[in-house]
């Protein structure tokens, strides 16, 4: 038994894991470079990512390696992204 996804959807999938997993490289390649003392990622990118649909790997990035959990500043702009996604999401799936 299989379920029919329709196509649009199949894309928004594929984009929000390819985009996750992006998002979740960089997360560990910044936690690494903080821990080295070297220069790192700036948050501006890392919210791009976010924002393109790679926030559900940025939250499981903060959970796993607990990277960029404790910033207040960070964590505001993240979960407004987060509430941008969901929202249009919700309104995507109500419209039919």
């Given at each position: ?5 329709p ?62 959990n ?27």
């Amino acid at each position: 038994m299989s379920i029919a996804i329709p196509w649009p959807a199949q894309v928004l999938l594929v984009l929000y894991l390819v985009m996750s997993l992006l998002c979740f490289a960089c997360y560990g390649w910044d936690k690494r470079l903080a821990v080295a003392g070297r220069r790192r990622i700036p948050e501006a990118r890392l919210h791009l990512l976010e924002l393109l649909g790679g926030w559900p790997g940025g939250l499981l990035a903060q959970r796993l390696i607990r990277h960029k959990n404790r910033k207040p500043a960070y964590q505001l702009k993240f979960w407004l992204i987060v509430t941008l996604h969901l929202g249009a999401l919700g309104y995507w799936l109500a419209s039919g």
